[in-house]
């Protein structure tokens, strides 16, 4: 950056841009742990029509994500390369995402249903895509202090799990006394409300939007041959089908297995997530204390010990146990991975003098969209196992069916991830406080 540049650029500070956070997450997580239950328990979609859906949606992911990824890195305006995207996919988000949890009732029905479902979830997710690229692109670029980097992602993802907390605690208590349209009407609202002020208060750097445009094919090669941000990917895809397992499982735990009302699940997702806020902090020292990949290790197997006992709960107090320590572990994953997302493309930037921070956070999102198969694996097992469709004909033992949902899948899911997370390398590893927050 040059002197006239430095003295003139206007830093972001943390708190607003960390709202975005909150934005994106509110709406994703009504997404991630109601939408399967409203089109397969309600609408009555069978489950696996349903897992065939999210084959041809991760298909469409996979072009998807990397193409607004390198479309953002190239873009060039006054007011930066993210930002644009960013309040363009504003109002289209809100529309599509209403859209999607208010189903007509002349195609609540048959086959017409199902393309309903396909069409405006694929649309919605795209949307996601390219608000949350954008999004966490800036943050490799604002904050590039290691202390800050640490102390500012803790922020974010203390307000991504306040927007789980809404997201999917107060999501059950509106839809018992709302219905589903119009709590995904204020959910959507609320969520971009958050993430506009987060995009007005974002001031990118001018080297960024001077820098050498990056080639498509350069681009894509980087990404590709980079031993890191496979593991890394690979690593975070099991998290992830486990996390977006235990959130969809929720509502089916609550009501087989529990055999309590849909509203109940509030309790056991704030136990989850409100513990989470306050672990939080402790994870940040961890990190502190024995740098990042120590940390992103030691909760990654702390979480896939802390699912295990769910299987054997049997009251909703001693399910909110449970998910105290689930939230814990799902806290230190949370204060981790984007450290590591941001080590290994300054490793790149590093090397190449190039800043593709929109390519290699697309290739992130595309492989952990593409966890969405391992979810709809588990979906389909879970009927092939227990003869389990829909609300309908939920099969013999429902309630087996989601004690292995909410337990016995997501351990297995965060094992694999635990083994892989040692494959990752940097240099650095050996003397983690020399760069690490």
Not at 93 to 119: D, E, M, N, R, T
Not at 212 to 239: C, G, M, Q, R
Not at 306 to 328: E, K, Q, R
């Amino acid at each position: 950056m040059s002197i006239m540049n430095e003295l003139t650029y206007r830093k972001t500070h943390p708190f607003p841009y960390a709202l975005g956070m909150l934005g994106i997450t509110i709406p994703g997580q009504m997404i991630g742990a109601y939408l399967v239950f409203f089109y397969n328990d309600v609408l009555g979609i069978p489950l696996a029509m349903i897992s065939l859906v999210k084959v041809f949606a991760t298909i469409w992911d996979a072009i998807n994500d990397p193409l607004f990824g390198y479309l953002s890195d190239r873009t060039r305006t006054k007011i930066g390369r993210r930002k644009p995207w960013m309040l363009i996919c504003i109002p289209l988000y809100c529309i599509s995402y209403i859209f999607l949890f208010s189903p007509p009732l002349s195609v609540q029905k048959g086959y017409l249903l199902v393309v309903y479902y396909a069409v405006f979830s694929m649309l919605t997710e795209t949307l996601t895509t390219i608000s949350s690229v954008n999004y966490h692109s800036l943050f490799p670029e604002l904050f590039i202090d290691s202390r800050i980097r640490t102390r500012s992602n803790a922020l974010r993802q203390a307000f991504q799990l306040v927007g789980l907390i809404v997201g999917v605690t107060l999501a059950p208590i509106l839809i018992e006394k709302y219905g589903y349209s119009i709590t995904a009407t204020f959910m959507i609202l609320v969520g971009m409300f958050f993430y506009l002020i987060a995009a007005f208060s974002v001031h990118e750097r001018p080297e960024y939007i001077e820098s050498e445009v990056p080639k498509l094919k350069d681009s894509l090669k980087a990404v590709i041959t980079n031993k890191n941000f496979w593991t890394v990917s690979l690593t975070n895809f099991f998290y992830q089908a486990s996390l977006a397992l235990l959130l969809l499982s929720i509502p089916y735990f609550i009501k087989y297995t529990l055999g309590l009302s849909e509203a109940n699940a509030a309790y056991l997702t704030g136990a989850v997530f409100i513990t989470a806020i306050p672990a939080m902090y402790l994870w940040v020292k961890v990190i502190d204390w024995f740098g990042a990949m120590t940390a992103w290790r030691s909760s990654l197997i702390f979480l896939g010990i802390a699912v295990i006992p769910t299987f054997f709960v049997d009251t909703l107090v001693s399910s909110m146990i449970a998910g105290a320590f689930i939230g814990i572990g799902i806290a230190g994953v949370t204060a981790n991975i984007d450290l590591i997302y941001a080590k290994v493309i300054d490793a790149d930037a590093e090397i190449s003098n190039l800043r593709r921070e929109g390519i290699y956070f697309s290739g992130f999102q595309f492989i952990i969209h593409f966890s969405g198969l391992a979810k709809s694996l588990v979906l389909l097992l879970v009927t092939l196992i227990f003869g389990f469709v829909d609300g309908n004909n939920p099969g013999e033992h429902p309630d087996l069916a989601a004690r292995f949902m909410m337990s016995v899948f997501p351990a297995i899911l965060m094992a694999v991830s635990f083994i892989l997370s040692f494959f990752v390398k940097f240099k650095d590893e050996k003397n983690p406080n020399k760069s690490e927050g």
